[in-house]
């Protein structure tokens, strides 16, 4: 009879009773192979090894990536708040926005005041001092006016104090106004008498030197910015587009103003198709409007027209033969 052969086969065959000998069958070992241990398994045990080392070195990876991606941001998160802190430092929990609005609140009844009518300025002031506050250091003579109130700055000195500088115009000067705030959690008040401050006068203006004008120009463009300016002032588009270069479109006012003067044209020397032009023009206010007709014959200042001169930067683009305006825009600086 024949044997079957004791040498297993690959690839094993499901079904096959001897494919697989049964626990605690020793196989019988074959020349040059060493014998399986008893209980043991035939297959490759390293590959546990290598998967295992693979889903370790992934891990290490995704580690790696979610920290590289995230310190960019706390570090952006961290200069934003070391900003924050320098120009107000909000960290304190102190309301910033809230606390100005309540200074300038306070400084136009502070700083209003008149002989003649006391106790209106007494009962506005209970909505920003302690009780008791009266008239808040003043003496109940003279009067005193100011106006164009601005938040200027704050130093917070902790969650619940501050103190807010505040701007003011009174007459022909400026001024500032530094206020000491409490703040409760809900509500503010103005924790102890205000101090005025000076504001300064305006800052020196460096004189430019007279420009090198191309008075050739200057006459070419007279009679066009003429125009322009009119048909501007009316917002007739138009009348608009016979002075605007090709595919550009300005908007005009509505009649509030109309051209009273053309002063002055500034086009410095160049030989470019293209010129940055300065115009200063005078535009006619009616005191009661654009509708508004003026009473002829009246010597009343109040009844004629205001004049009032402004300064404008135009972009002028030669096409044709003749100028166009491709921009207009506030000038920079002011003109003679």
Known sequence: MARRSTVQQDPRIAGDPESYPPDGFDRVPVAGRASPRRGGWGGGGGRWLVWAGRVVLWAL???IVVNGVRAPFERLSQDAGTTGATAGPTDSGFPVTQAAAFANQFA?????????NPQQRAERLR?????????????GYGRMSAG??????????????AVVTVTYQSGGSRGLLSVPVYYDGSRFVVAAQ??????????????LPDPDRDQTVEAELQPQLEGFFKAFAAGNQVDLQRYVASGVTIEGFTGQFTLAQLKDVVVPQGTANSREVTAVVVWAVSPGGAEAVPTPGSNDPATQP???EQAYQLTM????????VRQIQGASRSVG
């Open 61 to 63: 990876i995704i580690v």
């Open 194 to 207: 205000p101090g005025l401050l000076p504001a300064g006068g305006p800052a020196g203006l460096p004189q």
């Open 108 to 116: 136009a009844v502070y700083l209003n005041f008149d002989a003649a």
């Open 127 to 139: 909505a920003f001092v302690p009780t008791g506050g009266e008239q808040f250091g003043w003496n």
């Open 148 to 161: 164009a109130f601005q938040f200027a700055g704050i130093k917070v000195n902790g969650p619940d104090n």
């Open 317 to 324: 683009e030669k096409q044709g033969g003749k100028w166009f």
């Open 306 to 308: 205001a004049g009032l």
